[in-house]
């Protein structure tokens, strides 16, 4: 049956199956089939219990490519409105269906204005409509002028946000200054009656001056290892010490019972990962995600010059990654998302290299599925691992009851990729980001091919093409 919006979908049907060798379900990873009916995913089955009439029934077999849940990226700076030359939503949304991400929840800051009031969330919707090829949600901005007036954060998380966002040291964005422990520690109760999470950027600044310049005006600012030292990974652990005071009032009893905190992008996996892997076993409401970025890279192989990995917090050295792939692996961290952070090439000073001045920010969302599974093959990382930590955790992250998982009843967000197939990121590669040339991936091989994606039931993307129509949805908390 054929639907006449076909624009929306490259497979304009309303009902029919997908199937695979590999359908990695909740419940693993099965032979089998999964049936879609008007968005929703309404039956999954086994092989040897699949009878369809193919001649009734619009089937898409996959044989040995895997059928996953969409990915969901919780963390991505898509610029909208305000900074479309750096990014936007038509360029940031295909890059992610290209990617095999389904949804996104778009960070309250590089946009302008910053997401840190209702009327400034209205002008991201409208943003948003009509414009998105994946589904967008959005964590609002806390900021000392908001955590100050109890009104205006339930104003902003009545219009929808899913949660907030702060950073203890400056954003490099002037209309989003950097919250003290104190500021949040006034916000939390109002995120426990809300039950909406509040993501932390958690680094301070160590000096009491303020400076993150590094002391010694001798130092190299072409030399990765000069910008290394600006951000230490006390900086890291010092902020993660102030999180974890305010997160024991997330406890039953406590005053801030049923607020959730979450850091993003923990570089240090040291004493920093200690800190919240303590605080969890005291039962405290508290998650941490980190990014393919510092589990792909090392500070001591970034040439020179090369601001396409400048980011904060920093990617450290080898024995660190190690450490995050343990974390992960262990089930310490949570999830993962990209920190998409493009800007205008020009900002990245790539001809000067100079790290200090350089924008922080990588650029990465079309990457991430292969990324992670190229860097955690050797790791022997499973299906179902890359499932939970870029769906379901995040999912439950951003209280998505209907997405996350290949399950009776969600929501058809999936993901079909070839995990042999191998890539070169060179200039003919079909790059969907707005500035491929930031991109710390560019020039390297990948493997991890993503063949479709599907939101909501329609195949956005298939094989480099989209869907001539960006039907995907902005989501707004309900
Ligand atoms: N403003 C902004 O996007 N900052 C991000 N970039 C980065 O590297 N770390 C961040 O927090
Ligand atoms: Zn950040
Ligand atoms: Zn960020």
């Given at each position: 049956?054929?639907?006449?919006?076909?624009?929306?979908?490259?497979?304009p049907?309303?009902?029919?199956?997908?199937?695979?060798?590999?359908?990695?379900?909740?419940?693993?990873?099965?032979?089998?089939a999964?049936?879609?009916?008007?968005?929703?995913?309404?039956?999954?089955?086994?092989?040897?219990n699949?009878?369809?009439?193919?001649?009734?029934?619009?089937?898409?077999?996959?044989?040995?490519?895997?059928?996953?849940?969409?990915?969901?990226?919780?963390?991505a700076?898509?610029?909208?409105?305000?900074?479309?030359?750096?990014?936007?939503?038509?360029?940031?949304?295909?890059?992610?269906?290209?990617?095999?991400?389904?949804?996104?929840?778009?960070?309250?800051?590089?946009?302008?204005?910053?997401?840190?009031?209702?009327?400034?969330?209205?002008?991201?919707?409208?943003?948003?409509?009509?414009?998105?090829?994946v589904?967008?949600?959005?964590?609002?901005?806390?900021?000392?002028?908001?955590?100050?007036?109890?009104?205006?954060?339930?104003?902003?998380?009545?219009?929808?946000?899913?949660?907030?966002?702060?950073?203890?040291?400056?954003?490099?964005?002037?209309?989003?200054?950097?919250?003290?422990?104190?500021?949040?520690?006034?916000?939390?109760?109002?995120?426990?009656?809300?039950?909406r999470?509040?993501?932390?950027?958690?680094?301070?600044l160590l000096?009491?001056?303020?400076?993150?310049?590094?002391?010694?005006?001798?130092?190299?600012?072409?030399?990765?290892?000069?910008?290394?030292?600006?951000r230490?990974?006390?900086?890291?652990?010092?902020?993660?010490?102030?999180?974890?005071t305010?997160?024991?009032?997330?406890?039953?009893?406590?005053?801030a019972?049923?607020?959730?905190?979450?850091?993003?992008?923990l570089?240090?996996?040291?004493?920093?990962?200690?800190?919240?892997?303590?605080?969890?076993?005291?039962?405290?409401?508290?998650?941490?995600?980190?990014?393919?970025?510092?589990?792909?890279?090392?500070?001591?192989?970034?040439?020179?010059g090369?601001?396409?990995?400048?980011c904060?917090?920093?990617?450290?050295?080898?024995?660190?990654?190690?450490?995050?792939?343990?974390?992960?692996?262990?089930?310490?961290?949570?999830?993962?998302?990209?920190?998409?952070?493009?800007?205008?090439?020009?900002?990245?000073?790539?001809?000067?290299?100079?790290?200090?001045?350089?924008?922080?920010?990588?650029?990465s969302?079309?990457?991430?599925?292969?990324?992670?599974w190229?860097?955690?093959?050797?790791?022997?990382?499973?299906?179902?691992?890359?499932?939970?930590?870029?769906?379901?955790?995040?999912a439950?992250?951003?209280g998505?009851?209907?997405?996350?998982?290949?399950?009776?009843?969600?929501?058809?967000?999936?993901?079909?990729?070839?995990?042999?197939?191998?890539?070169?990121?060179?200039?003919?590669?079909?790059?969907?980001?707005?500035?491929?040339?930031i991109?710390?991936?560019?020039?390297?091989?990948?493997?991890?091919?993503?063949?479709?994606?599907?939101?909501?039931?329609?195949?956005?993307?298939?094989?480099?093409?989209?869907?001539?129509?960006?039907?995907?949805?902005?989501i707004?908390?309900?």
């Open positions: 049956k054929k639907l006449p919006s076909s624009d929306c979908s490259l497979l049907h309303n009902h029919y199956w997908i199937a695979s060798k590999h359908v990695v379900t909740p419940n693993g990873t099965i032979s089998g999964v049936e879609i009916k008007q968005g929703r995913i309404i039956s999954i089955v086994a092989e040897e699949w009878h369809v009439n193919s001649w009734f029934t619009t089937v898409v077999n996959y044989g040995e490519a895997v059928i996953m849940p969409g990915f969901i990226d919780v963390h700076h898509l610029d909208d409105p305000g900074r479309t030359e750096w990014e936007g939503f038509p360029s940031g949304t295909k890059a992610a269906a290209a990617g095999g991400v389904t949804t996104l929840i778009d960070m309250p800051l590089n946009s302008a204005p910053s997401t840190v009031s209702e009327e400034a969330l209205k002008l991201k919707v409208q943003a948003a409509e009509g414009r998105v090829y589904d967008v949600g959005f964590w609002g901005g806390l900021v000392p002028e908001n955590a100050e007036n109890v009104t205006s954060l339930e104003r902003l998380l009545d219009a929808g946000v899913l949660g907030l966002k702060s950073f203890m040291v400056p954003s490099g964005i002037n209309d989003f200054p950097m919250t003290t422990s104190a500021h949040i520690k006034e916000a939390l109760p109002t995120l426990a009656r809300y039950r999470p509040l993501l932390v950027h958690a680094e301070v000096d009491h001056d303020g400076k993150l310049e590094p002391e010694d005006g001798a130092d190299n600012a072409r030399s990765y290892s000069t910008y290394l030292k600006t230490p990974a006390s900086m890291e652990e010092a902020a993660i010490n102030q999180l974890i305010l997160t024991k009032e997330t406890r039953a009893g406590g005053s019972e049923g607020a959730h905190l979450h850091i993003v992008h570089s240090d996996a040291r004493t920093s990962l200690n800190l919240i892997k303590e605080a969890k076993q005291r039962g405290d409401s508290i998650t941490v995600e980190t990014c393919p970025h510092y589990l792909a890279f090392a500070a001591e192989d970034i040439p020179d090369d601001t396409r990995f400048k904060a917090p920093p990617i450290r050295d080898a024995a660190n990654k190690e450490k995050l792939w343990d974390a992960l692996l262990e089930g310490d961290i949570d999830m993962l998302s990209s920190d998409h952070s493009p800007a205008v090439p020009e900002m990245k000073l790539l001809d000067e290299g100079d790290f200090l001045k350089a924008w922080g920010g990588i650029s969302l079309q990457f991430v599925l292969p990324a992670t190229t860097y955690g093959r050797k790791y022997g990382i499973t299906f179902e691992q890359l499932a939970s930590w870029w769906s379901e955790k995040p439950k992250l951003a998505l009851t209907t997405k996350g998982a290949i399950a009776i009843g969600n929501q058809a967000d999936i993901v079909v990729w070839e995990p042999d197939v191998e890539f070169d990121l060179d200039n003919g590669y079909p790059v969907h980001i707005k500035h491929p040339s991109s710390a991936y560019m020039g390297s091989r990948l493997a991890g091919k993503v063949l479709a994606t599907f939101v909501r039931g329609n195949l956005v993307h298939k094989e480099g093409n989209h869907a001539s129509l960006a039907c995907a949805l902005p707004l908390h309900r």
